[in-house]
Structure formats: C-alpha cells, structure tokens
C-alpha cells in the first residue's frame, strides 16, 4: 500500500471516530456560536475604526479614501480637548476617592458590625438602580439642596456614587483573603495599627489598589447618563459626544469614538494586568 493510500485510509478512520464522537455536534454548534458572538461584539468596533479614516464628509459608506485628518481636527478643536480633559480629570479624581472610601469600606468590613449584610447592599444599590432613574435622583437631590450643577460638585458626586460599588467589589474579596495572621504577628511584636496598615497591609493590597483606581477610572470616563442630568454647563467628552450626534452628525465622531475606546480600552488592560499581578 503506497504512502498516499495509507493517509487516505488514516483520514477515513479519523472522520469515522469524529461521527461516532456523541460531542463532535455539540462542539462545532459552540464554535459556530463563539464565532458569532465574537463577530457581533467586535464587527461595530472595527467598522468604527475603518470609518475613522475615510476622507468622505459624511460618516458612512463608500470610503473614498484614507485620510487622518479626522483625527487631527480632533486633536485642534479646543472644545473637544477642554471635553477631553474634563473627562480625564472628573476621573482620576472620582476614581481617587472611590478608591479610598472602598478601600477604608473594605477594612470595615473585615470585623464583625452589626447589620452587615443590609450595609452591603445598600452599598451596591448604585449598580442595581438603572442609570436613567439613578441621573433622575441625582438631579432632584441636588435640587432640593440647591447645588448649582458643575464638573467639581455634582458631576464628581455622581460619578463617585456610581464607581464606587465596583471599587469596592474590586477590593473586598483581597482584602477577605488577606492572612491576617501577619497583621497579628505585627501587633504582638508591638506594631500600632498605623503601623501595621503601612508595612504589612498597604504592600499588600497596594498593587489591587492600583488596579482599582485605573478601572474606576474607564468607569468614570465613559459615564454618561447620570452625568448629562447633572453637568450644568461643562462637558465631558461622552456628553460632547452626544451633543454632536444629536446637532449636525459631525465626520469627525468615528475619530473621536475611536479615541475613548483606546482610553478606556488601554487602561483597562492595565488595570487588568496590575489585577493579575496582586492575584
């Protein structure tokens, strides 16, 4: 039997063993569904991606050519930049203190206070509550206690009550796993509570403390329906965004949308890496 034969025949036996497989359907239909699922989550981020670079007035097909000057009008326009940064400063700091009011939520809740399961939920009401209803709230909360709307009092407000369940959802399960055995050694050696926070604790944790400022952070960048009821004025870049759909369909809003994704996407996947390293 000649070498060409012998695989014919290998293959025949391989195809036989795969029918008689009773999961062999079962895979493929799984594959075929992965394929899908992956193709309808990423297909609109690379379609956007394309149409950032088509030299056409009009957002859309046919692409009459490959251009970046959507992305430099971007990069030259002043109120997009002002969105811009407003959006990475409104961030950074509601991040900031998310994280530092989940972080001290966390230690709280390593002891044992009355009423803690109650006090966990009401901390993730924010995540339950849809965003409209939750802006809604807001709006009528500040109202009522007559703050004027702005970046610095209810927009960072806002942002901070809706970042701050995932901060602490982030931090809780390490600080649970914490040894605290270590903690003990410290203060029966004679360490001060402060002590033993900023040498055995705080190098532990600080790594998943990282990771949750830089995704509290992309939460915070990307809000937009609590914030469009409470920004007075000033814009952040999601809500620029949305005032120039909804005004003339600038070209430049796939350059732009692009953009964000990157921002978010990017630090993201710090944070995940950062995540991975305190694991």
Known sequence: MSGADISAASGRAAAKVRLRDPYFAYRIVLGLYAAAFLVFL????VMIAFLSFNDSPIIGFPFQGFSVKWYAKVLNTPVL???FGNSVMVGFLSAAIATVLALLLALGFRHAIRYKPGLLNLILVPIIIPGIVGGIVLLIFFGYLGVRSSLWTTVLVAHVNWVLPFAFLTLY?????????????ATD???RPLGVFRYIVWPLVRPAVIATVLFAFSLSFDEF????FVVGYDRTIPVQFWSMIVDDLAPELPAMAVMIIFVSGFTSLIAFLVGRRAD
Not at 173 to 185: G, I, Q, S, T, Y
Not at 225 to 228: D, N
């Open 81 to 83: 930049l002002q969105s």
């Open 173 to 185: 399960p390490r600080l649970h796993r914490f040894d605290r055995a270590l903690e003990e050694a």
């Open 42 to 45: 990423y297909a609109p981020l």
């Open 189 to 191: 050696l004679g360490a």
């Open 225 to 228: 329906i609590r914030t469009i």
